[in-house]
């Protein structure tokens, strides 16, 4: 038992590089994850010898290892969370009538894995495959919000400024940002309001892993008209009800207050 604590240290490594939009310095992998930097450096080494990262000298900085690299792959053939997430946004689509997505973070983007939608709906931009930047779109904003702190500032070390919008909406700055999720995480919902397209909102809640960790968010888009922001908090209860179900399929567990 005493493997466990590295095995789960090595396996935050591997999460924070994944989510991370480039290699890290040690020191920053040590800070983000609160370990020692001694400890993260032989921890470094050991799973460099296994190939799940790699060292890049001139810059003094670790990234993820072909090792990773194949596991990731092999993901990618099984599908796993797409299948337990399917029948759960086909219910919600079912419930609610308007399009349904999945959606992870890929560095500081949100990738869609997912889209269930009724008949005769309109194609929305964010189609599987797509990635968009993860500050705008509910998606995002939900898993954002559940990372740590030093997380979400290693995910955006190229904004020192302003963030790049699509339509002028959107939290404009890391501050700004900040704000939003530390009010998202309380409430236990996301959303955006014309950040990605002119009249259409989306409502986003995550799923969690056995950690703690958010994996995964469920999403519901909408024409704005159809869905006024005093019915959200209704639509909400019905997407954190699908995304406790994926958490539940996941053997995952909402993070501790």
Known sequence: MSQVPAARRALAVLRLLAAAPGPLPASAIA???????????????????DGFVTAIPEERRWGLGVAAFEIGSAYLRHEPLERLARPLLRRLVDRVGEIAQLGVLHGAETLYLLKEQPPRHATLVTDVGVRMPAQLTASGLSLLAHLPPAQVRALFP?????????????PASLRELRRVLAEDARRGWSAEDGYITEGFASIAACAFDHTGHPTAAVTLTFRRDRHPPETWPALAADIRTAANSLTTRLTGRPPAL
């Open 31 to 49: 800070r983000a994850l609160d370990l020692p930097r001694s400890s993260t450096y032989h921890l470094l080494t050991a799973m460099e010898e």
């Open 158 to 170: 190229r904004y020192p400024g302003r963030f790049v919008t699509r339509t002028g909406r959107g």
